[in-house]
Nanobody, 121 residues
Framework: QVQLAESGGGLVQPGGSLRLSCAAS????????TGWYRQAPAKQRELVAD???????NYADSVKGRFTITRDNAKNTVYLQMNSLKPEDTAVYYC???????????????WGQGTQVTVSS
């Protein structure tokens, strides 16, 4: 069973920066798609950014140019660098890993416990 552990959330002023980390219990990130999602109160969970096994990245329009997702395979960690933060970025941020076994076609879908990001003056 894979475990994902997020860290790095906190309270930051508008315009500030935070870096979130998602550490996996094993060397999995190069075998699937890892994404950062967020969920604000009374809103649906939404994709913020993801990175696939080849290293290609994808971002929500609302964070393009401000957030950067990166991966360190040696540390089994995916990062989300968040710059120019806005109050509307306030949410619980979740790490997610998805993969399909090429041998069995079994689908894997793992979530972390989430980390709170609050942007407020």
């Amino acid at each position: 069973q894979v475990q994902l552990a997020e860290s790095g959330g906190g309270l930051v002023q508008p315009g500030g920066s935070l870096r979130l980390s998602c550490a996996a219990s094993g060397s999995i990130f190069s075998f699937g798609v890892t994404g950062w999602y967020r969920q604000a109160p009374a809103k649906q969970r939404e994709l913020v950014a993801d990175i696939n096994r080849g290293g290609s990245t994808n971002y929500a329009d609302s964070v393009k140019g401000r957030f950067t997702i990166t991966r360190d395979n040696a540390k089994n960690t995916v990062y989300l660098q968040m710059n120019s933060l806005k109050p509307e970025d306030t949410a619980v941020y979740y790490c997610n890993f998805k993969s399909i076994s090429p041998l069995t076609s079994r689908r894997y879908d793992y979530w972390g416990q989430g980390t709170q990001v609050t942007v407020s003056s």
